[in-house]
């Protein structure tokens, strides 16, 4: 079955960090980039990351560069987004997207960041 789940979500405080990963299964994934985005509510959804074949990270939102990066692991499947010195605004339910036609998108994870 083609899929793909978020984890490592969670509630944690200002200044904190997480790692969120997305688990790829059913397709050869190194064959596609794998993008994270984030919805936070009442917003519409923004691309945070995009993770290439290679390994080449770009971080496409402003507001996280300096704070966030991303990886793979294309031995394990696995993507990644590293966060760093957290921010009550990066509050939002982060999904990871195989870009592809059509894309396929995980389920989500939240995150909340507060005190």
């Known amino acids: 079955q083609v899929h793909l789940v978020e984890s490592g979500g969670g509630l944690v405080q200002p200044g904190g960090s997480l790692r969120l990963s997305c688990a790829a299964s059913?397709?050869?994934?190194?064959?596609?980039?794998v993008r994270w985005y984030r919805q936070a509510p009442g917003k519409e959804r923004e691309l945070v990351a995009s993770?290439?074949?290679?390994?080449?990270?770009?971080i496409d939102a402003d507001s996280v560069k300096g704070r966030f990066t991303g990886s793979r692991d294309n031995t394990k499947n696995m993507v990644y987004l590293q966060m760093n010195s957290l921010k009550p605004e990066d509050t939002a339910v982060y999904y990871c997207?195989?870009?592809?036609?059509?894309?396929?998108w995980g389920q989500g994870t939240q995150v909340t960041v507060s005190e």
């Open positions: 997207m195989r870009a592809s036609s059509p894309n396929l």
């Open positions: 059913g397709f050869t994934f190194n064959y596609y980039t």
């Open positions: 993770i290439f074949r290679s390994g080449t990270v770009t």
